[in-house]
C-alpha cells in the first residue's frame, strides 16, 4: 500500500500527463461540486426563464453552460494568477513590500483605523 500511495505522490508530484490530467479533472470535479456555484444555478436558471418553469432539455443546457462558462472564467483567472505570481517572483524585494503595505493601508482604511471624520462623535 505504501509503494501505491509513493508511486501516486511522484505521478502527480512531477510535470507529466498524469499530473495534468488529474489537476484537470480535479479542477472540473472542484468547479461543478463547488457548493458556491451548485447554490446559484437555480437562480441563474430562474432569472434567464423569468420565473417560469424550463424543459428538461433547456434546463440542462443552461446548467452546463453556467457550468462550462464559470469553469472556463476560473481556470483563465488561474492561468493569470500563474503567470502573475512567477512574474511576481522575479521582480525583486521593493515592489512585494509597497504592495504589502498598501494591503496593510488598505486593511487598517477598512477597519476604520484612525476614525474617519464622519466616525468621530462630535
Not at 499530473?19 to 479542477?27: H, K, R, S, T
Not at 513590500?97 to 471624520?117: E, F, K, N, T, Y
Request: aromatic residues 6%; positive net charge.
Amino acid at each position: 500500500m505504501t509503494q501505491l500511495f509513493s508511486f501516486v505522490a511522484h505521478a502527480l508530484s512531477t510535470p507529466s500527463v498524469v499530473a495534468y490530467g488529474a489537476a484537470l479533472l480535479w479542477g472540473i470535479a472542484s468547479i461543478i461540486l463547488s457548493p458556491c456555484h451548485l447554490g446559484s444555478i437555480p437562480l441563474i436558471m430562474g432569472y434567464i426563464n423569468a420565473g417560469r418553469k424550463p424543459s428538461t432539455a433547456r434546463a440542462l443546457l443552461l446548467s452546463s453552460a453556467f457550468a462550462i462558462g464559470i469553469l472556463l472564467t476560473l481556470g483563465a483567472l488561474g492561468v493569470a494568477a500563474g503567470l502573475l505570481g512567477t512574474l511576481a517572483g522575479k521582480i525583486g524585494t521593493a515592489p512585494r513590500i509597497i504592495v504589502s503595505l498598501l494591503l496593510v493601508a488598505s486593511g487598517l482604511w477598512l477597519m476604520d483605523v484612525p476614525p474617519s471624520r464622519e466616525s468621530r462623535s462630535d
